[in-house]
């Protein structure tokens, strides 16, 4: 891979990067003039009492001197202070982040599996009977709001039928270690993961059902087979491998989702998650967290999007060659 | 058929003409959407949604919404004669509140497409028309707006403005424009390189009498194609913001219905009437614009009619 | 035994729009070490020929008439017998330019894939045989571990060629092999076409639209319009003084090198080879045709004798025995 390629990549996502900066500042600085003065409203503060406020969140000076104090202190990887619990942000990430990755990674990679697998039965023969059974799941799964098919999971298998916990992270108290503890949060992970698969599977499904219909005219098939090789070896070492590459970009795309992939079923379900700590902070609202966790997912996005470009130059000798 | 050959004839003058071939393209275009069952039943699972929509004062008087209108109302009622699906946590009826919720989804989906479109389109011709530094301005700015993630995007812009419809159309049209506008780019820039664009700026014609009739009338059926697809996003964006809390507050609409039902404990008390229609309306709207979509796309994307044999 | 006899060949494509006929009743043989070339414009139903021998068209596409491989009905095979004749009994010659090599695998493995398939060979006895085999046709072994886009057309054109080669076929189909390739690249490629086919005693089925192409390749020539042959014979014949007019007016689209009065008065063939889906009557090619009587749009005139081991299928022939079959 040429030093030059990665670096304009790299590059690249730097300049994304401060354009998120920018425009985070700008949203919340410019756009909402006076975030103490709403977050307040009502409460009957005397205008000393909300200058020490504003003090407190370095909301005074000029917009210019905000903004380098803001750029500043970003910098330093300080992302203020949570107007809510006043803790700092960057605490309130941290705890948060671990449950998302562990719910949305795993949904993620599961419904990867299984888009993948039945994009591939779908696109290989195209409007048998498996084509069209798959491709009407997608397009259903697509078209249902992913937080009320966990709303409908949840009513009945954990009320109705109680299978499975009705939510959180562990079992209250819960004092398990080891072994008992990772099932017990397993059991409690089961439902939302299962939503999240069923919603992200159609995207997968599609792209590589797409994918591989493109590949399938192609004439390097037409030699495989015509070297007498059986169907089902044409598919895995000639068809699958050429149509995976688009699939392989929205995967790494996808996990620059993940953590703000499940803002609404993380809510359905209060795991205690990134989507949750957004869900709290819009209703504060808690200026400082939208702020620092905005910042957090346009970021990982930045860095999927990189990671992918750089990938995809590892996967297609085309691009490598270049 | 008769007739058409005969208005051509006695007066053929250029907007005539236009406008004979306009009407020709939508008899070839009804004769092929026709053709294709899913579509037309799609189609007609709209109607019948954009009927209600239109007629809801007429079919669910306003005072069912209110919360003082429905005080002596039984709550939590299972579906009955007078409430088909039963009442909420206080005694609203539901059926009023999906037949007018019926009336925000629709509309935030189709405004918020059309200004998603007007603006993705604006700046795809202009990037791909004008070239060089234009392009490459507006195209970076796209990149940016299509690095960020649009959750959290529509997120943080819904919190910092006013909780109304008109914001939570603006914000749609924000952060799903740059799409549309790579899609428009890459085909005015396919059109551009044919003869006729040429042709025209050799004879003296201005560039915006290029762009409005020989660069639009090229990609508008790409772009139309595009805002079939674009509405059940929409929707579903406005329905998730409004889920979340970010909507309008004062007008209904199904997402809303969905989080008023989760958070006054529908579930719990296995209250299915009151959280299960606005998801299906939900997702029978999506689906049914996502079969038109389709079959829109087929017949008008340059790009599938070449390829699909 | 020849290597592969084409009886009364028909094939018809089906699509949503309805059935195309491609091939309309082609009989042909090739001998062992025989070369034969069939010329046609594009669309006529020649490379759908070469598809049939090692039966690659769609699953749902009509055949009639039979295709003897080594005297065996290729559409009589079992799956099993089919994949083992495949490339063993015939080999095709993919065109270079098109995507008919694997853009994410290195061209060692795709010869080596084809020679561990049909043999019991160690991957390093296939190895090197992959690079005995891209030796012979020019290119330095160590082009093997090269990706497709690596290398020139010329070059993917080689490695095509030594892939057909790689299972000893006794019959190559080469499909168009010098389309799109270089004036120079392309006598290249057909001299070592030659060279191979001269060397190993191969037959060959040479398909092009080029017919000076084949003059200088093939024995015999073999001209199709709209699915049918309508003229073959020795190709020094053929193209030098051809009964068919059609024949006649492709010969005269080329230019004879050498011959200053046909560079400097190159005459093309008026109009587009017809709509398979949609035929003419009669002499699919009265319509383009400048020596068509008014018979022509009602007769389907057959293939008639035209001397020794000549044949042509136009009214203006006169019918051996005064019997005309079609």
Known sequence: MRARFVAGKVFGAFGTLVFVLVFNFFLFRVVNDDPTGKLFRGRNLSQDQLDRRRREFNLDGSKFEQFIAYLKQTMRGNLGDSFLSRRPVTTEIREALWPTIALVGTSTILSMLIGIMLGIAAGWRRRSGTDVAATSFSMFTYSVPDFWLGMVLLAFFAVKWPWFPTGGFEDAGSTATGFSALLDQAHHMALPCITLTLAYIGEYMIVMRSSLLDTVNEDFLQLARAKGLRDVVVRRRHAVPNALLPVVSLSALNFGYVLSGAIAVEAIYSWPGIGQATLEAIRGPDFPMLQGLFLLLSGSMILANLAVDLLYSLLDPRVRGR | ?309 | MSLLELRDLHITYRSERGDVPAVRGVSLTIDPGETVGLAGESGCGKSTIAGAVLRLLPKQTLIGGQVLLDGEDVYQMKPGQLRAARWTSAAIVFQGALHALNPVQRVGKQIAEAILLHSSHSKQVATQRVGDLLERVGLPPHRARAYPHQLSGGQRQRVLIALALACEPKLLIADEPTTALDVMVQAQVLELLAELQRDRGLGLLFITHDLSVLTSTCERLAVMYAGRIVEDGPSHDVFGTPEHPYSAALARAFPTIGDPASRMNPTGLAGDPPNPANLPSGCPFHPRCDKAIEACSATDVELRQVGVARRAACIHIPVEGGIDRG
């Open chain 2, 1 to 309: 058929m008769s007739d058409v050959v005969k208005t051509q004839t006695t007066t053929f003058s250029p907007r005539s003409f236009r406008w004979q071939r306009r009407r020709a393209a939508t008899v070839d275009f009804w004769s092929r959407f026709r053709g294709d069952r899913l579509a037309l039943f799609g189609l007609a699972v709209l109607l019948t949604f954009i009927v209600m929509a239109i007629g809801a004062p007429w079919i669910s008087p306003k005072e069912g919404l209110s919360a003082v209108d429905s005080i002596d109302n039984p709550t939590w009622a299972t579906p009955r004669f007078d409430y088909p699906f039963g009442t909420d946590n206080l005694g609203r009826s539901v059926a009023a509140q999906f037949v007018w919720g019926s009336r925000v989804s629709l509309w935030v989906g189709l405004s918020a497409t059309v200004l998603t479109i007007a603006i993705g389109s604006a700046v795809g011709v202009t990037a791909g028309f004008f070239g060089r530094w234009t392009d490459a301005t507006l195209m970076r700015l796209t990149d940016w707006f299509l690095v960020i993630p649009f959750l959290p995007l529509a997120i943080v812009l819904a919190s910092v403005l006013d909780r109304s419809l008109r914001n939570v159309v603006l914000v749609i049209a924000i952060t799903s424009w740059p799409g549309t506008a790579r899609l428009v780019r890459a085909q005015v820039l396919t059109v551009k390189q044919r003869l006729f664009v040429d042709r025209a700026r050799a004879l003296g014609a201005s560039r915006f009498h290029v762009i409005r009739r020989h660069i639009l009338p090229n990609v508008a059926p790409l772009i139309l194609a595009n805002v079939t697809l674009a509405v059940p996003i929409s929707i579903l964006t406005e329905t998730t913001l409004a889920f979340l809390g970010l909507g309008d507050p004062k007008r209904p609409s199904w997402g809303k219905t969905l989080e008023e039902a989760f958070n006054a404990g529908a579930i719990s008390r296995n209250a299915w009437w009151y959280y299960l229609p606005a998801g299906a309306g939900i997702v029978i709207v999506v689906l049914a614009f996502t079969l038109v979509g389709r079959a829109v796309e087929e017949i008008l994307d340059p790009r599938l009619r070449e390829g699909g044999l």
